[in-house]
C-alpha cells in the first residue's frame, strides 16, 4: 500500500512565525503535491513538484514556497504565517507511468490554525 | 473554465440501502476520474477509478459509472453502511498529462441507522 505521511495532525503557530510542513512518501512516487482544504472551497493546488529539486506553481502559490531535496520528501514552507493560512493541509504524491498515473494518493492532513 | 461538479451537496440515505453520487464534469479531454472519500479529520482515501475507455467499473460494494456523452460520472455504493458516511469528491485530470487533478466540491453522504 501506498503511504503518504505528514510531520503534525494538529500545529498552531502564531502570526509572523515560519511555518514548515513535510510529507513523506515511500512508493517511489515522481510527482508531489501540496493542497489546502478550506470549507465551501474545496481542493486546492499550493505547489507541485515532478522531480527532485524541481517545483512548479498551482493555483493559490502566494504565500508559500516549497522544497524538493529527496525524492521522498516535499516541504510546504510558510514564510511569514498569516492568519488567512488557517486551513487543512494536504500532501499526495503519484506515480508518472502505468495505468493509475493520475492517482493521487493524499496523506492524513496538517490542520494549522495561525493565532 | 474547467470545473467538476456534485449535484447534491448531502445525501441522507438508510442503512442497507444503496447510495447514488453524481457528479458532472466539464472537461470532454479528460479520460481519467477518481473517486475519494474524505472522512472527517482525515485526509482523501481513493475508492475507485475509471478511464475514458469504459463506461463501468466494479470494486467491493462500490460500481462507477461514467457517461461520456452527457460528461456524467457516478459512483454507487451497495447496503450502505454507518462507515460510508464521510466526504466523496469526484476528479478528473482535464486536458494534457500534467499528472494534475481537478477536484468537485464533495458530496456529504449522511447513513441513518
Known amino acids: 500500500d501506498v503511504k503518504v505521511t505528514q510531520s503534525s495532525r494538529y500545529l498552531v503557530k502564531r502570526t509572523g512565525e515560519k511555518v514548515f510542513l513535510e510529507c513523506v512518501q515511500d512508493?517511489?512516487?515522481?510527482?508531489m503535491f501540496w493542497y489546502r482544504q478550506d470549507p465551501g472551497l474545496g481542493l486546492r493546488l499550493i505547489y507541485f513538484?515532478?522531480?527532485?529539486?524541481?517545483?512548479e506553481k498551482g493555483d493559490i502559490p502566494e504565500g508559500y514556497s516549497v522544497s524538493r531535496e529527496k525524492k521522498e520528501r516535499f516541504s510546504l514552507i510558510l514564510e511569514s504565517a498569516s492568519t488567512n493560512q488557517t486551513s487543512m493541509y494536504l500532501c499526495?504524491?503519484?506515480?508518472?507511468?502505468?495505468?493509475?498515473?493520475?492517482?493521487?494518493?493524499f496523506g492524513p492532513g496538517t490542520r494549522l490554525t495561525v493565532l | 473554465g474547467e470545473s467538476v461538479g456534485l449535484h447534491l451537496p448531502t445525501l441522507s440515505v438508510q442503512e442497507g440501502d444503496n447510495s447514488i453520487i453524481n457528479c458532472a464534469y466539464s472537461?470532454?479531454?479528460?479520460?481519467?476520474f477518481i473517486w475519494y472519500k474524505q472522512e472527517s479529520g482525515k485526509g482523501p482515501q481513493f475508492i475507485i477509478d475509471?478511464?475514458?475507455?469504459?463506461d463501468k467499473r466494479q470494486g467491493q460494494r462500490v460500481t462507477v459509472l461514467l457517461n461520456k456523452t452527457v460528461k456524467h460520472l457516478s459512483l454507487q455504493i451497495a447496503a450502505t453502511q454507518p462507515g460510508d458516511s464521510a466526504v466523496y469528491f469526484c476528479?478528473?485530470?482535464?486536458?494534457?498529462?500534467?499528472?494534475?487533478?481537478?477536484f468537485g466540491q464533495g458530496t456529504t453522504l449522511q447513513v441513518k441507522p
Open positions: 499526495a504524491s503519484t506515480s508518472r507511468g502505468g495505468f493509475s498515473t493520475d492517482t493521487q494518493y
Open positions: 512508493m517511489d512516487h515522481e510527482n
Open positions: 513538484s515532478y522531480d527532485v529539486k524541481m517545483k
Open positions: 472537461n470532454s479531454a479528460s479520460d481519467y
Open positions: 475509471i478511464r475514458s475507455n469504459m
Open positions: 476528479a478528473e485530470n482535464g486536458s494534457g498529462n500534467t499528472g494534475k487533478l481537478i
